[in-house]
T-cell receptor
Framework: AQTVTQSQPEMSVQEAETVTLSCTYD???????LFWYKQPPSRQMILVIR??????QNATENRFSVNFQKAAKSFSLKISDSQLGDTAMYFC????????????FGGGTRVLVKP | GAVVSQHPSRVICKSGTSVKIECRSL??????MFWYRQFPKKSLMLMAT?????????EQGVEKDKFLINHASLTLSTLTVTSAHPEDSSFYIC??????????????FGEGSRLTVL
C-alpha cells in the first residue's frame, strides 16, 4: 500500500515571499504520478501541479514549482511570490501509473498568506 | 477544463433518513468516478471507485450497504447515504475521469457536498 506524508500541518508566509511545503511518499512502484492540489475555503479541489515519475525535470507552473527527488521519495512544493489568494489547504497526492487514477492523499498543509 | 458538478452542495437531514448526492460530468463521458469523504480539517479518504455500468468497488472499512453508489450512465454517479446518522455528517467529494484520462493521473473534481445529519 502507498502512503503519502505531509509533515507540516500549517505554515504561514508573508505576501510576496516564498514558502516550501514538504511531501514524502512510500511506494514500491517505479512508474507513478505525483500531484499537488489546492483546496481553498470554497472546498473545490484545484490541481496545482503534476509530475510524472519518469521525468527527471521538475515540473513548474508559473509561481509553483516542485523539487522531485525520486530516490528519496520526496516531492516538495515551492510557492514563490505568495499571494493572498494562495491561502488554502494543500494536498500532496500519489497514484501509480496503472491504478486508473486512484489517488492517495497526504494529510494536508494549511497555508496562510499574511498581508 | 472538464467540469464536474455535485448536487446538492449542502444538505441537512434528520437521523434515520436517506440522502442522495449526485455527481455529474457536464462536458465529458466519465467512465470512472471516485467518491471521497473529508472530515473537518482532514484529508480526503477514498470511499469507493465506480465504473459505468458495473458495481462499485469499496475501500476497506467502508460499508457498502450504508453508502450505496450507482453509476448507471456515463455522466452521472450517485451516492446514497442510507439511514443516515450524525456520524455520517461530513464533506463528500466526487471526482471523475474519462477513458482518455485512464492512467494519466488526471481527475476532475466536483465542488463537494456537505452533509449534516441532525
Amino acid at each position: 500500500a502507498q502512503t503519502v506524508t505531509q509533515s507540516q500541518p500549517e505554515m504561514s508566509v508573508q505576501e510576496a515571499e516564498t514558502v516550501t511545503l514538504s511531501c514524502t511518499y512510500d511506494t514500491s512502484e517505479n512508474n507513478y504520478y505525483l500531484f499537488w492540489y489546492k483546496q481553498p475555503p470554497s472546498r473545490q479541489m484545484i490541481l496545482v501541479i503534476r509530475q510524472e515519475a519518469y521525468k527527471q525535470q521538475n515540473a513548474t507552473e508559473n509561481r509553483f514549482s516542485v523539487n522531485f527527488q525520486k530516490a528519496a521519495k520526496s516531492f516538495s512544493l515551492k510557492i514563490s511570490d505568495s499571494q493572498l489568494g494562495d491561502t488554502a489547504m494543500y494536498f500532496c497526492a500519489f497514484t501509480p501509473w496503472a491504478a486508473g487514477n486512484k489517488l492517495t492523499f497526504g494529510g494536508g498543509t494549511r497555508v496562510l498568506v499574511k498581508p | 477544463g472538464a467540469v464536474v458538478s455535485q448536487h446538492p452542495s449542502r444538505v441537512i437531514c434528520k437521523s434515520g433518513t436517506s440522502v442522495k448526492i449526485e455527481c455529474r460530468s457536464l462536458d465529458f463521458q466519465a467512465t470512472t468516478m471516485f467518491w471521497y469523504r473529508q472530515f473537518p480539517k482532514k484529508s480526503l479518504m477514498l470511499m469507493a471507485t465506480s465504473n459505468e455500468g458495473s458495481k462499485a468497488t469499496y475501500e476497506q472499512g467502508v460499508e457498502k450497504d450504508k453508502f450505496l453508489i450507482n453509476h448507471a450512465s456515463l455522466t452521472l454517479s450517485t451516492l446514497t447515504v442510507t439511514s443516515a446518522h450524525p456520524e455520517d455528517s461530513s464533506f463528500y467529494i466526487c471526482s471523475a475521469r474519462s477513458f482518455r484520462q485512464e492512467n494519466t493521473g488526471e481527475l476532475f473534481f466536483g465542488e463537494g457536498s456537505r452533509l449534516t445529519v441532525l
